[in-house]
């Protein structure tokens, strides 16, 4: 069974930051691209970053010098750095991967940024 389980949300003030975590299970991890998505009340869920298995990374023009994705195989889990982070980002996180044809999400981390 898949599984993504999403942590490190919360509440920040702008200009903090936070780290994300998604814990996969059920898929082959190093060879599964995995990425972040965001949705703000009202809105509809955008991509943030993604991470490919060789490394290579992209960014929503938004978050570019900001937020950085990163992966740990060995731990089956994908990060995501957020820096100078600001109230337009406040928005559920979502970690994301495609496994067998099927997209797979995990239920989402809150974050809030207070001006």
């Known amino acids: 069974q898949v599984r993504l389980v999403e942590s490190g949300g919360g509440l920040v003030q702008a200009g903090g930051s936070l780290r994300l975590s998604c814990r996969t299970s059920g898929i082959n991890f190093k060879i599964a691209r995995m990425g972040w998505y965001r949705q703000a009340p009202g809105k509809q869920r955008d991509l943030v970053a993604g991470?490919?298995?060789?490394?290579?990374?992209n960014y929503a023009d938004s978050v570019k010098c900001r937020f950085t994705i990163s992966r740990d195989n060995a731990r089956a889990t994908v990060y995501l750095q957020m820096n100078n982070l600001r109230v337009e980002d406040t928005a559920v996180y979502y970690c994301?991967?495609?496994?067998?044809?099927?997209?797979?999400w995990g239920q989402g981390t809150q974050v809030t940024v207070s001006s």
């Open positions: 991470i490919s298995s060789d490394g290579t990374t």
């Open positions: 994301q991967t495609t496994w067998r044809s099927s997209n797979w």
